[in-house]
């Protein structure tokens, strides 16, 4: 389980005409939900997909696998033209009932099949199950209910920046990070067989999709619709055969849910690279013997050059630091200041948290003294993970 606070002997000391969208369900059909009823009974399938490469060892004895029933959530609606069987979600009864004790490993990730967040967990763990959850906060619970055993999660993305929501649940989650993975994302043009690209009145996709095709969606002339994540876009278009929309998603969607690609490679920039975070209920043994990263979080105390005197203590080691991430610390916010906290006559209204990656180990003694100095005027400090680094080609 994980510890709220990190020690020195494992890391460091810390404080604690078509159809309106509007109309159609965008819900993945096969992710996992805590819902707070269940939902129809249907027709049960599972999915077979997905080997540590970074830190990480999974079970390796598939032959006592026994894949989590999950429940179809368009149980009223034509199940996809594919060529492989989607899981269902997670119900009420498998929430609160006894943990699946097969041997293979299972990982939890965002979206529902065909997602890029999908091939990001084969990437991480070739021979796991994929189990998908309906949102983050799915994932993160059940990493912490025992239903899966690790969560793949994106953290940032080359072109869109960070992805703030994550940032927010590894501070209020108690999963340590164990690895990271590099995944290249490449966009697809899909429709309904049959429809030409002419044809297109309107595109369907995640916004940061959306944004990243711009100029081939400038060209094509075609009103850009918003829903929650790329396959989700290519799920929907495919149920409701529509025949002026597309949908930018992965060319693995389009073999899933029977879409044409009518064009492929539309993103604007060839380098959109998304990283995403390997997240169990255990922390690994940090080394010295290949790259390693280490994710920490803190808050400081309040004073002139603080954040500088912060950042100092790894440059002084030359530690390198490789991401710096600032959120707001919410329940502090907003408050009533007393005139201790004020500077200059003005409320402190903001009080922020600051995320930060750094390449060295909790086994190098550099990062050990590292964190003991910022400890010195560090109000919160927590270690997320000290992980592989990765350093394969994406």
């Known amino acids: 389980m994980a510890s709220s606070s990190v020690t020195l002997s494992r890391f460091i000391p810390c404080a604690d005409s078509s159809p309106k969208l509007s109309t159609l369900s965008t819900r993945p059909e096969n992710a996992i939900s805590l819902p707070s ?3 129809p009974k249907v027709r049960k399938t599972s999915v077979m997909v997905m080997t540590s490469i970074h830190g990480d060892n999974p ?3 598939s032959s006592k696998t026994r894949a989590l029933d999950l429940q179809r959530l368009f149980a009223d609606e034509p199940a996809p033209k594919e060529s492989v069987s989607l899981p269902r979600p ?6 609160s009932g006894s943990v699946n004790r097969g041997s293979r490993l299972r990982v ?3 979206g529902v099949p065909g997602a890029y967040s999908e091939a990001a967990a084969a990437k991480a763990y070739p021979n796991c199950e ?3 959850c309906e949102q983050f906060e799915t994932a993160f619970g059940a990493v912490e209910r025992w239903l899966v055993d ?3 999660l994106p953290i940032e993305n080359s072109l869109g920046g960070s992805i703030h929501r994550n940032y927010d649940l590894l501070l209020r989650h108690r999963l340590h990070i164990v690895g990271e993975v590099q995944f290249a994302v490449r966009h697809c043009l899909l429709a309904v067989p049959g429809v030409k690209i002419e044809n297109l009145k309107r595109v369907l996709s995640h ?3 959306l944004s990243q095709c711009e100029n081939k969606l400038t060209k094509l002339g075609v009103v850009r619709e918003a829903v929650d994540d790329t396959a989700g876009a290519a799920h929907l278009v495919a149920t409701h055969e529509l025949q002026d929309a597309g949908a930018v998603a992965s060319a693995r969607a389009a073999e899933i849910y029977g879409l044409d690609i009518l064009a492929q490679d539309i993103q604007d920039d060839s380098d959109n690279v998304t990283r995403f975070l390997m997240l169990a209920r255990e922390p690994i043994i940090p080394g010295v013997d290949r790259p390693f990263k280490t994710s920490i979080v803190f808050s400081l105390e309040e004073g002139s050059g603080v954040l500088f005197k912060a950042l100092a203590v790894f440059a002084m080691r030359q530690i390198n630091l490789t991401k710096i991430e600032s959120r707001p610390r919410r329940k502090h916010s907003l408050h009533i200041p007393i005139p201790e906290e004020c500077s200059n006559g003005s409320p402190k209204y903001f009080d922020y948290l600051f995320y930060v990656d750094f390449d060295a180990s909790m086994a190098d003694e550099r990062a050990q003294n590292a964190l003991r100095h910022l400890r010195e005027f560090a109000t919160f400090l927590r270690v997320l993970g000290s992980y592989p680094k990765d350093i394969s080609q994406v």
Do not use: F, G, K, N
């Open 37 to 39: 009823r269940i939902r």
């Open 59 to 61: 079970l390796e004895d």
């Open 90 to 95: 997670l119900s009420v009864t498998d929430l």
């Open 108 to 110: 939890a990730y965002q």
């Open 130 to 132: 994929a189990v998908p």
């Open 150 to 152: 690790r969560a793949v």
């Open 207 to 209: 916004p940061q999709a």
